[in-house]
């Protein structure tokens, strides 16, 4: 949840505040033993060794900053996808489901799955046609210098802050989990991160967020599947579920249904309507996130082709669909198998209640999945459980960096301080960048740490952004008449309106009424609205804007602007291995999901 | 990503092989020693001996090679 999610797709506010996980401390929850402690040392050694070998692979701008351009569909859709796949996000929405029910997997669907779709059918012709090596980069080419520099400055200072975040978010769950000391998480990690990011590039990056991938189901992937079998499969954690209700041993609810409660804002414990579902977070939030925030488009720039990188996201969304398994499902198991040690069922409630309870020995919605963790998994299984959850965290941070690294080095550095150099220099850029990007996230670490406050600004910071430059960005892909003082105030009231919605909840909460339309209306509720406010607003003060000032000449907007651009015809493949085929099945698999479950 | 020499697939494999090992090995030593939890249904055993087997597969499948 606040991971590099912590961009839209946090901002669309996990019920159980991230923020919230970390303001207390207890005990830890689990003991390592020295097979535990032997997985862990071999992953960060496998992260050192691929860090030094990599080494000789980023010798030039192109290899160091978009891997070469060289990744495969499968490495390029893997990497897209686990750029998002953070250990907060995971224990996060693992706790919603626990406090919430399958509800939480719209985050997973709806709100991501059409999108990423979108993007690798509609948008990435246009982004790899032009061969642009950023978003900002692409806003350069179809906007002008001016709101890429914006676009730039405000990615790079809010990404290299979520690294910091990132960081020290990991070091409290380490502390929490395991009773590992905070400054030895924090300096193992950033060392280990600096070290591989400014060895290989993002070539690391990429190579060590599919081995995270790996992990994280290799580590998580037991967990459901012991629960599924202690419970007797889906019916059985059913049947198990409503007697627990029944009996009154758990809230009451409809912890099983996606869609069936989202006719009104109150017949939901989220106090969401299916509009913010289908529209603000389907919409407004995730094609923010999923097709302008370079964090993750960055890995699909870096693939070996167009067709691999139309695929990649395609590939992404199968993986993207199958994520609850390990993150909605143990929340939802955890409701009926964890138990107290006297053999009663465990009650686990909000962090507002452990801290007002100090040594009741309560345990919050966000510890569920390292509870079922312990719960399941024995010595070495458990070392690679909490391995998945460290490269998760990793793996987030080196992604922050590299994105920050490039868009800096490409994007501020370039156009504005050195504009003509060889090409070496700018990868010792990068390399000394990424150092800087690691020293400033460990300061902003250390300044979270001591107000964590800070933390929900962060987030909300974030999301101020890329709604607005979701509608600038599809104006100026798809309408040739978008000018460059259109894309400016779009940008700009779009992002004003944002913030001022932000602004006005925040100090006055009874104000989301207003925002998302309903006086039911409950916190989650409002990101999802004030995201839609804000694109809508985007679109159309670019669009008036537009029709009041000249467009560029439609000869100066081949390859990026959607009729203007010849596309390049591909070769024809077996049906097996056309992307069309594949998002077709990818739409089916994410229809009848909605359907089982609605 | 042969292109660019040792494939990612290989260092997974690496990774994979070793954690399996480690696992697989321990999960045969509590099987012997009848230390299992109850609710671990020998996993240590049957997961460690996928977790080897892919890694075995992965390492082998995608081991570098002479020229590489």
């Not at chain 1, 912590?6 to 159980?16: K, M, R, W």
């Not at chain 1, 995730?286 to 890995?299: H, I, N």
């Not at chain 1, 003082?485 to 207003?514: C, E, H, N, Q």
Request: hydrophobic content about 55%; charged content about 10%.
């Amino acid at each position: 949840m606040f991971d590099l999610a912590s961009t839209s797709i946090a901002a669309a506010g996990a019920p159980s505040s991230a923020a919230a996980l970390l303001v207390y401390s207890a005990s830890s929850l689990a003991h390592l033993g020295p097979l535990d402690i032997a997985v862990i040392a071999i992953y960060f050694a496998m992260v050192i060794w691929i860090g030094f070998y990599l080494k000789s692979k980023a010798n030039t701008s192109e290899e160091f900053f978009m891997a070469g351009r060289e990744m495969t569909a499968w490495i390029a859709g893997l990497s897209f996808v686990s750029a998002n796949l953070g250990s907060l996000e995971l224990m996060g929405w693992a706790g919603s489901s626990y406090q919430y029910g399958i509800l939480a997997a719209h985050w997973y669907w709806v709100g991501a799955i059409p999108a990423m779709l979108f993007l690798g059918m509609v948008m990435m012709p246009f982004y790899y046609v032009c061969k642009t090596h950023s978003v900002p980069g692409y806003l350069k080419l179809r906007y002008g210098q001016g709101s890429s520099t914006v676009a730039a400055v405000s990615f790079a200072f809010m990404t290299v802050l979520m690294s910091g975040v990132n960081m020290f978010a990991m070091a409290e769950v380490m502390k929490i989990v395991l009773g590992w000391d905070l400054n030895f998480s924090i300096i193992v990690s950033s060392l280990a991160v600096a070290a591989y990011v400014a060895l290989g590039g993002l070539r690391s990056a990429i190579f060590n967020e599919v081995l995270q991938f790996v992990l994280i189901w290799g580590g998580a992937l037991l967990v459901p599947i012991l629960g599924l079998v202690e419970t007797g499969g889906w019916s059985g954690f059913k049947a198990r579920l409503a007697h627990n209700i029944a009996t009154g041993a758990t809230t009451p609810g409809d912890y099983t249904h996606m869609w069936r409660s989202m006719g009104h804002f109150s017949d939901n414990p989220m106090g969401i309507h299916w509009t913010g579902i289908l529209f603000g977070l389907g919409f407004a939030i995730s094609f923010g996130y999923w097709t302008t925030d370079f964090l993750v488009v960055q890995r699909v720039l870096a693939a070996n082709s167009l067709r691999s990188a139309r695929m990649a996201p395609v590939i992404g969304s199968f993986f993207k669909m199958a994520v609850p398994f390990i993150v909605i499902l143990p929340g939802l198991l955890g409701l009926v198998v964890l138990t107290n040690p006297d053999g009663s069922l465990m009650h686990l409630v909000g962090e507002n209640v452990v801290a007002a309870n100090p040594g009741a020995g309560l345990h919050s919605y966000n510890e569920v999945l390292p509870l079922m963790m312990v719960r399941y998994l024995g010595p070495g299984l458990l070392g690679l459980g909490i391995t998945a959850l460290i490269a998760g965290f990793m793996s987030g941070m080196a992604g922050n960096v590299s994105a920050f690294t490039a868009i800096f080095t490409y994007d501020i550095y370039q156009p504005h301080i050195v504009k003509r150099a060889r090409d070496e220099h700018y990868v010792l850029v990068g390399r000394i960048v990424t150092i800087v990007g690691v020293v400033i996230s460990i300061f902003a670490a250390y300044a979270v740490m001591n107000a964590q406050g800070i933390m929900d600004y962060v987030q909300a910071l974030f999301s101020f952004f890329i709604s607005p430059l979701l509608g600038v960005v599809l104006l100026g892909m798809f309408w040739k008449r978008a000018t460059k003082a259109g894309g400016f105030w779009g940008l700009l009231l779009g992002t004003l309106t944002s913030i001022a919605l932000w602004a006005w909840v925040k100090f006055d909460p009874s104000a989301l009424r207003y925002v998302a339309l309903s006086p039911d209306a409950k916190d989650m509720a409002e990101n999802m609205y004030r995201a839609l406010w804000s694109v809508s607003t985007s679109v159309g003060v670019n669009v008036i804007v537009s029709l009041f000032t000249k467009p560029r000449p439609i000869e100066e907007l081949a390859g990026v602007v959607y009729g203007a651009t010849p596309l390049p015809k591909e070769e024809p493949v077996p049906f097996y291995n056309n992307e069309w085929f594949w998002t077709a099945i990818a739409i089916v698999v994410f229809l009848a999901l909605n359907i089982y479950f609605w | 990503m042969h292109s660019s020499g040792i494939s990612i697939w290989f260092f997974i494999g690496v990774l994979l092989t070793a954690y399996g090992a480690l696992i697989f090995g321990y999960g045969l030593y509590e099987l012997s020693s009848g230390t299992m939890a109850v609710a671990n249904y020998h996993a240590s055993v049957w997961w460690g001996a996928l977790l080897l087997a892919a890694g075995l597969f992965y390492g082998l499948r995608f081991r570098p090679r002479r020229g590489e």
